[in-house]
Nanobody, 123 residues
Framework: QVQLVESGGGLVQTGGSLRLSCAAS????????MGWFRQAPGKVREFVGG????????RYADSVKGRFTISRDNAKSTLYLQMNSLNPEDTAVYYC????????????????WGQGTQVTVSS
């Protein structure tokens, strides 16, 4: 079992930046592939970015590539999502997730989820 808690969401203007954090507990954080997902009202949950546990390889959705950066601090058991150049299309509830497997993009691939944190980008 893994427990995940997101934080860092809030209201930001178009073009602004925000950093989300996800604190993990319960199992060895460093052995899990971690991912960020988001879900806007009326839309399905979609993959944002992920990072492997072994080599730290990252993967991003095309919609955020070049603007968002995912990282992890295994010593602190914390996952981060640095979001720059935000626009209103980024408005959503952001979730962190974990799995004991490869860096997949489908929400169904992940076993553990946080409660989510709201990100709102005003125009």
């Amino acid at each position: 079992q893994v427990q995940l808690v997101e934080s860092g969401g809030g209201l930001v203007q178009t073009g602004g930046s925000l950093r989300l954090s996800c604190a993990a507990s319960g199992r060895a954080f460093s052995t899990y592939t971690m991912g960020w997902f988001r879900q806007a009202p009326g839309k399905v949950r979609e993959f944002v970015g992920g990072i492997t546990w072994r080599a730290g390889i990252t993967r991003y959705a095309d919609s955020v590539k070049g603007r968002f950066t995912i990282s992890r601090d295994n010593a602190k058991s914390t996952l981060y999502l640095q979001m720059n150049s935000l626009n209103p299309e980024d408005t959503a509830v952001y979730y962190c997730a974990a799995r004991s497997g490869i860096l997949g993009t489908s929400p169904g691939n992940y076993d553990y989820w946080g409660q989510g944190t709201q990100v709102t980008v005003s125009s």
